[in-house]
Structures are given as C-alpha cells and as structure tokens.
T-cell receptor
Framework: AQKVTQAQTEISVVEKEDVTLDCVYE???????LFWYKQPPSGELVFLIR??????QNEISGRYSWNFQKSTSSFNFTITASQVVDSAVYFC????????????FGPGTRLSVLP | KAGVTQTPRYLIKTRGQQVTLSCSPI?????VSWYQQTPGQGLQFLFE???????NKGNFPGRFSGRQFSNSRSEMNVSTLELGDSALYLC??????????????FGEGSWLTVV
C-alpha cells in the first residue's frame, strides 16, 4: 500500500533562515513518482516539482532544492534564505501511475516564516 | 494560459440537500480529477475522468458522483449532504497521457459548508 509521511506538522522560522521539510514514502512499485505542492491560504495547490523513481539526481530551482534518496525512501525539500511569501502548507505526494491522477498525499507541513 | 477554474468558490448548503460543483481544466487537458480536503482526513482522491469516462475512483460512498463533458469540463455532485461533507473540494487537470507525464495542476477549490 502507498503511504506518505510528513512528520513535521508545523515549522516556524525567521526570515532568511534555511528550512528543510521532510517526506518519507512507502510503495511496493519500482516505478513511481514523487511530487511537492505548496498550498497558500487561497487554497490552490501549486505544483513545485515532479521526480520519477529512476532519477535520483538532486534538483535546485532558485531558493528551492530537493533531495531524493531511495535508500531511505525520502524526498526532502529545502528552502534556502526563506521569505515571508514562503509561508504556506507544503504537501508531498506519491503516484504509482504513469498518467493517472490518483495521488496519495502526505498530511502536509505548515511553514510559517516570520519577518 | 488559463489555469484550472472552479465554481462556485464558496457555498453553504443544508444537510440533506445536494450540490453540484464545476471545473474547467487547463486548455488541452483531457483528464480531470477531484479531491476532498478536510482537516481530519487531509487530501483524499475522489475520482478521475478521462475523455468522458471514469478512469479511477477513490473510496467514497455512492453519494459522490461526477461526470465529464466532451469539452473536458467536469462536474461533481454530492447528494444527501451530511455535515461531514464540509470540505474544500479541489479539481485538478492533466493531459492524461503517458507521453506528457502525470503532473496534475489544481484549481483554487470550492469551499463547501454543510449546516
């Protein structure tokens, strides 16, 4: 069965601090996809990144970086030099389908960046 | 390019009534899915439609139904509303094909309150 765990329920940091959001997943498939989404107060889930199980390269996009480690079934997300606009709920998600939309989401981590 | 559009954004219904929510996907996207988000259960997959056919279904009672039209727009209906149906209902769209991958893009959601 698929499962995504985000152990950190809430995190508070001061602006310009670095912060890492943890994500641990469970799946029996060898082919799967991992995602991160950001949910601001407006409600919309904003896509951040998609990673397939065969690509373990870490990725950096501006202040955002992702660390994918199959050995520990983790897909962690780091925000460098955090800003107030980064305040949101962040969700990690898992899909075992190549083209379907049946995702399993983690419970989310609420990040508050204080000025 | 317009994003996923959901209407209405907010609505209040009485227990026992039924409700219909609408979703217009990103232009060119043929797959639409619906998710329910509640504080207690988090984000849960309801169903997915591709080319007017239900392709996948989550674990929800038959009171929850949906459909997709030839222009890929989708509606979901909840009959005999219960207090526990109060939630944010999110619609997502994707191309729905293997060659384009399974990244899904969400709308801002419809906030349903059942009283």
């Amino acid at each position: 069965a698929q499962k995504v765990t985000q152990a950190q329920t809430e995190i508070s940091v001061v602006e310009k601090e670095d912060v890492t959001l943890d994500c641990v997943y469970e799946t029996r498939d060898t082919t799967y996809y991992l995602f991160w989404y950001k949910q601001p107060p407006s409600g919309e889930l904003v896509f951040l990144i998609r990673r397939n199980s065969f690509d373990e390269q870490n990725e950096i996009s501006g202040r955002y970086s992702w660390n994918f480690q199959k050995s520990t079934s983790s897909f962690n997300f780091t925000i460098t030099a955090s800003q107030v606009v980064d305040s949101a709920v962040y969700f990690c998600a898992l899909s075992e389908e190549d083209y379907g939309q049946n995702f399993v989401f983690g419970p989310g981590t609420r990040l508050s960046v204080l000025p | 390019k317009a994003g996923v559009t959901q209407t209405p954004r907010y609505l209040i219904k009485t227990r026992g009534q039924q409700v219909t929510l609408s979703c217009s996907p990103i232009s060119g996207h043929r797959s639409v899915s619906w998710y329910q988000q509640t504080p207690g259960q988090g984000l849960q997959f309801l169903f997915e439609y591709f080319s007017e056919t239900q392709r996948n279904k989550g674990n929800f009672p038959g009171r929850f139904s949906g459909r997709q039209f030839s222009n890929s727009r989708s509606e979901m209906n909840v009959s005999t509303l219960e207090l526990g149906d109060s939630a944010l209902y999110l619609c997502a769209s994707s191309t729905g094909t293997v060659d384009s991958g399974n990244t899904i893009y969400f709308g801002e959601g419809s906030w349903l309150t059942v009283v």
